[in-house]
Structure formats: C-alpha cells, structure tokens
C-alpha cells in the first residue's frame, strides 16, 4: 500500500481482513506468500499462480484464485496490471519507494519496471483533492522496444 507500510505479512493481512469482516484462509495465505516470495520483476496472471501454487504442493482451483487476487486487488494488497497480451498479471503492491510502473512492449511483451516520483505525486494530489484515500498509483505504457520497432 500506498501508506507507508511495510510488505504485507500474513499477520497484517489477517488484521485487515477481519478489519474488512473477512478471514484469513488457508488459500490467502498461500497466494500472499507466493507473491511476497516472488523474484523482483516478475508477474503473475491467475493460471501462472495456479500452476506456481500445484508445482509448490498447494493446489488451488483457478476459481479460488481468481477470487481472491480480485478481493486482495480490492483491497490494495496485489495490483493489477493490463499487460499487452490481454490478460491480468498481478503483483506485491510495494510502498512507496519501491512502487514503480510499467513500460510494455505490445509486439514482444518485453515488460520494463521504471520509478517515477512525478507520477505518484501527481496521483497522490488527485486522490487528496476528490477526498479519495490513494491505494495504489501506476502508469502502464504500451511502446514498440527498439527491435520490434525495427530500430536493432
């Protein structure tokens, strides 16, 4: 989130799921630790999580997991992002000053996290001015990368 906060732990996260009237399950667990335990830059849509999860020895129906990165998404605690393939990945929502955004080539899909503090500010100062609480602040670009565009 976007508050300060440290990486959720499944002792925040439980916090504020029963803060929300919501428990923490077995299979949220799972999924947080899975996307806490992820190398940096990577994403993940719901059927990678899914075959991660069966590979681990936590097998979870697809149904499951789409229900809950929805609710966690709701919630400020993964993001959801439009990659150029067309479907949804997800990530850790990281706290500011490890939040960044996304440069996506549409052709490749050759994904390249960037930091913009400008961005955040600009979306933080929207948020406070319409009395919004901001969750979460991200840019997705969609570009040609250089070999795609035929400059290589």
Known sequence: MLTGQCMYTSHSLKAELNERG????PQR???LTAFRNLPKGQH????????LL????????????YRNIKLMSHMGILRELEF???HKHYELNQPYPN???????????????????????IGKT?????????LDCQLTIHALCPPCHGLA
């Open 22 to 25: 919501w428990r923490l399950t």
């Open 84 to 86: 150029a393939e067309g």
């Open 99 to 121: 939040h960044h955004h996304h440069l996506i080539c549409v052709k490749c899909n050759q994904t390249i996290e960037f930091k913009s503090d400008s961005v955040l500010k």
């Open 54 to 65: 069966s590979q681990q020895g936590n097998p979870i129906s697809l149904s499951t997991i």
């Open 126 to 134: 929207e948020a406070q001015q319409a009395g919004f609480h901001l």
């Open 44 to 51: 993940l849509s719901a059927e990678d999580l899914r075959e």
């Open 29 to 31: 667990e799972i999924i």
